[in-house]
């Protein structure tokens, strides 16, 4: 059983910076992909950022060259740099990991990003 859970959210100026965390508790070596979505009031959940265990990443066209993704095996830990942030981004942020011999997936909780104008 692996456990994730978000931290690093909250409020913050349009052009400001956040960093999410996330935490597994178990190995997270255990998961890939990992990645982050996203869901915005009375929107669907999108894909925002993925990171596989060799280290390659992909990002949703609206964060590319503003967020970056990325995973410390070591430390049991993914990441989400969020810079140059824009309201648009406000959502609730989850991290996601699939275990590769299961095949299950995991979520975290959620934690809330807001962007003010």
């Known amino acids: 059983q692996v456990q994730l859970v978000e931290s690093g959210g909250g409020l913050v100026q349009a052009g400001g910076s956040l960093r999410l965390s996330c935490a597994a508790s178990?190995?997270?070596?255990?998961?890939?992909?990992l990645k982050w979505y996203r869901q915005a009031p009375g929107k669907q959940r999108e894909l925002v950022a993925t990171v596989i265990d060799v280290g390659d990443t992909n990002y949703v066209d609206s964060v590319k060259g503003r967020f970056t993704i990325s995973r410390d095996n070591a430390k049991n830990m993914v990441y989400l740099q969020m810079n140059s942030l824009k309201p648009e981004d406000t959502a609730v942020y989850y991290c996601n990991g699939r275990h590769r011999f299961t095949g299950s997936t995991y979520w975290g909780q959620g934690t809330q990003v807001t962007v003010s104008s």
């Open positions: 178990g190995s997270i070596i255990s998961l890939n992909p």
